[in-house]
């Protein structure tokens, strides 16, 4: 019991150090103009399919680079594909199919799992936040997940029960591979690249 009391404050613990050691470029993808409209009072179409568009190819490219690396560590990846569902939304609010197929791919660039997972961090968090995005879209834009917001919806009434087992298989992996520096270090630069790629510094 005692090894597990201990074990489980340990795994707090490094959360905590992962999101203070994070926190200054978390918050600078959220500043991020393209981020930041989302969530404006004056929010547009044109907005919402920029963010779209653009995050598109951070999204499919996890899928691509990194899921296949974690198949054996996360156990439930085949949820957690999200790329389809921005196709569906940039589909239904509008966007030609030639402009959907010509969105750029994102490339990772990443050495080995530990690595791997803090991007992994990254992109499953940013479904809580998604929560509030799909609120304030369908309050503004009134999307819904079949008009046009499913990849916000996410994981829908799912969203938190997904969240909480990856980050007990995350802060598991973390433990079992004594490389926190690694995973904390690589969850700081994707909120960085993802930055940089919504802005085009790096696209």
């Known amino acids: 019991m005692n090894e597990v009391t201990v074990s489980v404050k340990d795994q ?3 959360i905590k150090t992962l999101r203070n050691v994070t926190a200054e470029s978390h918050q600078n993808l959220e500043d991020n103009p393209i981020s930041r409209a989302l969530l404006d009072p004056d929010v547009t179409l044109a907005n919402y399919q920029l ?3 653009k995050i598109y190819g951070v999204i499919l490219a996890c899928e691509k680079q990194i899921f296949p ?6 156990p439930d990846l085949g949820e957690r594909h999200k790329s389809h569902l921005i196709i569906k939304d940039l589909e239904a ?8 197929a010509a969105l750029p791919l994102h490339q990772f ?6 690595e791997a997972m ?4 990254v992109l ?4 809580l936040g998604g929560k509030i995005i799909f609120k304030h879209i369908h309050e503004k834009l009134g999307l819904t997940p079949e008009t046009g917001a499913a990849y916000f919806w996410g994981y829908g009434t799912q969203t938190g029960i997904l969240w909480k087992s990856f980050i007990s298989v ?5 433990d079992n591979s004594n490389d926190q520096p690694g995973i904390i270090e690589s969850a700081k630069q994707t909120f960085t690249v993802i930055d940089n790629w919504l802005s085009g510094r790096n696209s």
């Open 51 to 53: 963010y779209l568009s």
């Open 12 to 14: 707090d613990s490094f």
């Open 170 to 174: 995350f802060t598991q992996f973390a």
């Open 69 to 74: 690396l974690l198949t054996d560590i996360v």
């Open 118 to 121: 803090g991007i992994m961090y």
């Open 109 to 114: 660039e990443f050495n080995g799992i530990s």
């Open 124 to 127: 499953e968090g940013s479904t």
């Open 93 to 100: 609010t509008g966007l030609p199919a030639q402009d959907i």
